[in-house]
C-alpha cells in the first residue's frame, strides 16, 4: 500500500510526520510522492498563520474529485489544523475520513485500519485547554515518540529529539498552547537512550525541540533537571558529535544554560532565540513577559560569555496597533545585535488567541508587507556583511549532503545515486550554524571537515577543503649519477 504525506509547519511537525510514516510502514506501507498513487493520503497541518491553513483546504479542494472516482482512498488530516478545527474540517471538506492532533498521533495506524475495513469516519483529538483538569489535559497530549526508524529521517546524519511538548507562555497571538497543550517534559533518560540509539544507527547531530527548550524541567525525586544538565548528560554519548537546541525563550536563557553550551565542545555556538519585537509597548501586548532591556541584557551576556556566538530571532511585524514608531524599534533592535538571521512573519490573527479577543487587526496588509521588506532588507545587509568576515578563514564544517543546486541537478537529470567517488557539490553547517557549501564527494558526507572559505552572500559561506601538507617539508629527488 502507498502512502502519500505533506507536511506544513515547524520542525515538530517534521518530525511528527517522520515518526508517523516509520508507524504506517510497520503496517507495509512505502511512500510514494504523488498522491494520484496513494491509497493513503495525509496532511501534517499547522496553525499558527492562517495562509497554512488555506494552503491545507486549498489542498483538500483539490482531493474532493480523486475521493469520488477512487472512493477507498483514506484522506487524513492530521496535527495542530486537525486540533484546532476538529468537526469543522469533515463540515468543509465531508470527503476527510480521519482528524487527528498532534497528541493523539499514535493512534493513527489502528484509525487507518479501522476505516480501511469500513469503520467510517475517525476523529481523535485531545482535550481543549478549558475542558478539564490540567492533570486530564496532559494526559489527553501524549508525546508521540516510539522507536525511530533512520531510514525515515531525510539524512542519516541528523535526527529532530522531541525533549519536551506543549506550551505554558500564552503569548497573545500564538495558537501553539491551545493546539498542543500544557507544557511537559519528557524524562531525561528516554532523551538519553532515544539519542543513543540515534548514535548507534550513525546519527552524528541531535537538534532538541520545543517550543520554549530552554524552559525544560524534569523533576526526578530531589533533583530538578534543566536543559543544561540534559546537555552535558547527552555530550557524553559516543559518536554524537554535534548537539543543537530550538525554541529558546528569551527569559529561560539562564547562566548555567550559556555556561554548558560555552564548556561543552559538542554543543553549537548557535543559539535560536526570537525577540518578535523591539517595542516595549508591543512586546506589553504580546504579553512576552520580558522588555527589550531585558533581551538587549540576554544578548549581551551570551556574547561576552561566547564571542562569536551567532544567535537567530523570530519577528512578526505588523502586530496589532503597531505605529511606525515601534516598528523603527525593531529595526533598532536588528540593527544592533546583529542577528546571524532572523525569520520574520505578517501578523495573522488567530481566532481563539487572547490578541484576537483583545485588540483589532487594524495594521494594513500593505503596512505589514512594506516593514517585513523592510526588516528583512536590513536582516540580509546584516547577514551579508557578518557573512563575508569569514572569508579567508578556515572552519569545521559537519557535511549534511549533497547541496539543493547538487540535488537539483541530479533530479533534472534523472540521476542514479552519485558515484561514492565522483566529485559532488556538498554542503553542511559551520559550528556556529552557519550554512557552507563546497566541491567534495558522497563519502565525505557525516564526517567534520577543515573548508576554507572563499566568497559569502547573506545565506551562505563558499569554500573549499583545506588540505593538509603532511610529510618532510623539502623532498630531494637523488638521481644516480651515470659513470661514463
Ligand atoms: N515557540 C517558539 C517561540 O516562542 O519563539 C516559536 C513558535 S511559532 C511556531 C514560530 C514563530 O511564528 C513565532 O516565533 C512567531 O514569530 C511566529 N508566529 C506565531 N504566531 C503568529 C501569528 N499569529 N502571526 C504571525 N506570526 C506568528
Ligand atoms: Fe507561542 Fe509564545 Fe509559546 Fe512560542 S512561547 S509557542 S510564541 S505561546
Known amino acids: 500500500m502507498k502512502l502519500y504525506i505533506e507536511t506544513v509547519g515547524c520542525q515538530m511537525n517534521e518530525l511528527d510526520s517522520e515518526l508517523v510514516v516509520a508507524s504506517l510502514r510497520k503496517d507495509g506501507y512505502e511512500l510514494t510522492a504523488s498522491p494520484h498513487d496513494a491509497d493513503t493520503i495525509l496532511f501534517n497541518t499547522c496553525s499558527v498563520r492562517q495562509h497554512a491553513e488555506d494552503k491545507i483546504y486549498s489542498a483538500l479542494g483539490r482531493l474532493k474529485n480523486a475521493k469520488r472516482e477512487h472512493p477507498g482512498k483514506v484522506i487524513g488530516v492530521l496535527g495542530c489544523m486537525a486540533q484546532k478545527d476538529q468537526g469543522l474540517i469533515f463540515k468543509r471538506a465531508p470527503y476527510v475520513d480521519l482528524i487527528v492532533g498532534p497528541g493523539q498521533l499514535h493512534q493513527v495506524p489502528g484509525l487507518v485500519r479501522e476505516i480501511r475495513a469500513g469503520g467510517g469516519q475517525r476523529m481523535e483529538v485531545s482535550l481543549n485547554r478549558k475542558d478539564g483538569t490540567r492533570e486530564q489535559i496532559e494526559r489527553s497530549h501524549e508525546s508521540f515518540d516510539p522507536l525511530r526508524d533512520p531510514a525515515m529521517r531525510p539524512t542519516p546524519y541528523q535526527a529532530y529529539v522531541r525533549i519536551m511538548i506543549g506550551c505554558d507562555k500564552f503569548c497573545t497571538y500564538c495558537i501553539v498552547p491551545s493546539v498542543r497543550g500544557p507544557e511537559q517534559s519528557r524524562p531525561p533518560a528516554d532523551i538519553v537512550a532515544e539519542s ?25 525525586g530531589d533533583h530538578t533537571w534543566r536543559l543544561s544538565d540534559l546537555l552535558a548528560s ?114 495573522s490573527e488567530r481566532p481563539g488567541t487572547k490578541g484576537a479577543e483583545l485588540y483589532p487587526d487594524d495594521v494594513p496588509d ?92 547573506a545565506h551562505t559561506l563558499f569554500g573549499e577543503i583545506a588540505t593538509r601538507h603532511s610529510g618532510p617539508e623539502l623532498f630531494t629527488l637523488s638521481v644516480p649519477l651515470q659513470t661514463a
Open 366 to 457: 500593505e503596512v505589514k508587507r512594506r516593514r517585513n521588506h523592510e526588516l528583512l532588507a536590513l536582516q540580509n545587509e546584516i547577514s551579508e556583511a557578518d557573512n563575508h568576515a569569514f572569508i579567508g578563514r578556515e572552519v569545521e564544517v559537519l557535511i549534511e549532503g549533497p547541496s539543493k543546486a547538487a540535488e537539483k541537478e541530479a533530479a533534472a537529470a534523472d540521476a542514479e545515486a552519485p558515484s561514492p567517488n565522483g566529485p559532488l557539490q556538498l554542503t553542511g553547517r559551520t559550528h556556529c550554524d552557519r550554512i557552507v557549501v563546497f566541491e567534495g564527494n558522497p563519502r565525505q558526507i557525516g564526517h567534520t571537515l577543515p573548508i576554507i572559505i572563499y566568497d559569502a552572500n
Open 234 to 347: 547527552l555530550h557524553d554519548i559516543e559518536g554524537i558529535q554535534r548537539i543543537k537546541f530550538v525554541t529558546n525563550y528569551p527569559k529561560d536563557m539562564t547562566n548555567d544554560l550559556l555556561a554548558a553550551v560555552r564548556d561543552l565542545p559538542k554543543v553549537a555556538k548557535y543559539l535560536h532565540v526570537p525577540a518578535q519585537s523591539g517595542s516595549n509597548d508591543v512586546l506589553a501586548r504580546m504579553k512576552r513577559g520580558y522588555t527589550v532591556e531585558d533581551y538587549r541584557e540576554m544578548i549581551a551576556r551570551t556574547k561576552e560569555w561566547m564571542p562569536g556566538v551567532a544567535v537567530s530571532s523570530d519577528f512578526i511585524v505588523g502586530f496589532c496597533g503597531e505605529t511606525d514608531a515601534e516598528f523603527q524599534l525593531t529595526m533598532d533592535l536588528v540593527r544592533e545585535c546583529r542577528f546571524k538571521n532572523s525569520f520574520i512573519f505578517k501578523y
Open 196 to 220: 543513543r540509539q540515534l548514535a548507534n544507527e550513525g546519527c552524528r547531530e541531535i537538534i532538541l525541540l520545543g517550543q520554549t527548550v530552554n524552559s525544560y524541567k524534569y523533576r526526578e
